[in-house]
């Protein structure tokens, strides 16, 4: 796994949820982190896009729903 | 207010349905938990006897609730989809009706869920139910012998007509027999004896109207659907008596898969209302996000609206 995207993507979370970076690990979830509601997994995508240039597909938006699997598409997206 | 302890006691099929929301999907059970924690007596009591309704006739098995459940989150979901799209390009989906009535009005399966997505999100969206309340708390001041809803759905609006004075006389009009199919199964769970309903599956713009026929017309989100709102809402006008009124529901910045006219704010829905004619008695407008007024049209905030109109 890719450590400069997952720092990238650990850090802009923190940033958005409003938690310490500490708390934000590869397993993250809506499920382990209390404010990742449906309005800032909104935000959240939109941010991705953002920093990292690219476009995810409306099903591609509604499954990321842990860091882990944010990661992985991010890298398979910028073939990293 | 009631603690989770409290909701489990006294509102187990409502619980029920919310256990398996948040079980299925995370976000959801995040909005769901924070707006049960803001009710009151009034919702509890409503919740609870609609869950206790359909667990009767209409979701007897545990696979039928997972299903219920399962069909609210794909509605959740498919919204949420439309509104990144949205954000990111400032336009709907579609741009014509009859791609929605091909692609998802005349699809049974889709609309199944659907129906049953929307007649939960009565039960779990801040909006949707205090809309419900407001048709609610006009229905308690005026008396109806004929009542004519278009595209009643969930039937949610029907069934609350009918609690209120069920002597009316009750037409239904939509332009997908498949939706009207769907909307008679679940009157039927409710005990409406549907046999006595008209029921119209034609498009409201092509049927001949019934001139000054009606005390109450219903259209709870419908002008989202169609290409001309200014149009459906000049028929709508004529089908009242002189003095009659029509609850109306519809939204602005509001994307979803079958969503073609696109008001871009709540004046534009007034000036279209009053442009047919009609006099506004009341309205609500309701931000989906807490979001200042200052900044809806900036941020593209959805805003549901609901309106009683009366024709002059």
């Given amino acids: ?80 | 207010m009631f603690n989770k302890t409290e909701r489990r006691e006294r509102f187990p099929s409502l619980m029920k349905i919310v256990d398996l929301i948040s079980t299925q999907n995370p976000l959801q059970s995040k909005r769901i938990e924070v707006f049960l924690d803001s009710r009151d007596e009034r919702y509890y009591s409503y919740a609870e006897n609609l869950c206790k309704t359909l667990e009767r006739s209409f979701l007897t098995t545990n696979e039928d609730w997972a299903t219920a459940a399962r069909s609210y989150n794909r509605t959740c979901m498919d919204l949420l989809r439309e509104q990144i799209r949205f954000r990111k390009t400032g336009s709907y989906l579609i741009n014509a009706a009859g791609q929605a009535h091909n692609d998802i009005y005349s699809q049974p399966d889709i609309m199944n869920y659907y129906m049953m997505g929307l007649l939960f999100s009565y039960l779990f969206w801040r909006n949707h139910y205090d809309i419900l309340c407001f048709f609610q708390d006009y229905l308690q001041t005026i008396s109806i012998e004929k009542y004519l809803e278009i595209a009643p759905g969930h039937g949610l609006f029907t069934i609350e007509a009918l609690k209120r004075s069920p002597q009316i006389e009750v037409a239904l009009m939509d332009i997908s027999q498949t939706s009207l199919d769907v909307t008679q199964d679940l009157l039927k769970t409710f005990n409406a004896d549907t046999s006595k309903f008209k029921t119209i599956c034609g498009d409201f713009l092509k049927e001949p109207v019934g001139e000054q026929s009606m005390d109450f017309v219903v259209m709870g989100e419908v002008l989202e659907h169609v290409n001309e709102a200014p149009e459906f809402m000049r028929r709508a006008y004529r089908w009242l008596k002189p003095g009659g009124t029509l609850f109306m529901t519809t939204c602005a910045n509001c994307p979803a898969f079958d969503h073609v006219y696109h008001f871009h704010d709540v004046s534009a829905i007034r000036d279209l209302l009053r442009g047919a004619g009609f006099e506004i008695l009341r309205d609500i407008a309701l931000p989906a996000e807490n979001v200042p007024e200052a900044k809806w049209q900036e941020q593209l905030v959805t805003i549901n609206y609901a309106a009683i109109l009366q024709r002059k």
Avoid at chain 1, 11 to 30: A, C, F, G, K, Q
Avoid at chain 1, 39 to 51: G, P
Avoid at chain 1, 61 to 70: G, S
Wanted: net charge negative; hydrophobic share 40%; aromatic share 4%.
């Fill in chain 1, 1 to 80: 796994m890719d450590q400069t995207i997952l720092d990238r993507v650990r850090n802009l979370i923190s940033n958005l949820m409003r938690v310490p970076l500490e708390e934000v690990t590869i397993s993250s979830s809506p499920s382990t982190i209390t404010t990742w509601d449906s309005l800032q997994h909104l935000n959240l995508i939109l941010s991705l896009e953002e920093t990292f240039g690219l476009q995810f597909s409306p099903e591609e938006t509604i499954e990321l729903l842990n860091v882990e699997t944010i990661v992985l598409l991010i890298e398979e997206k910028k073939g990293a």
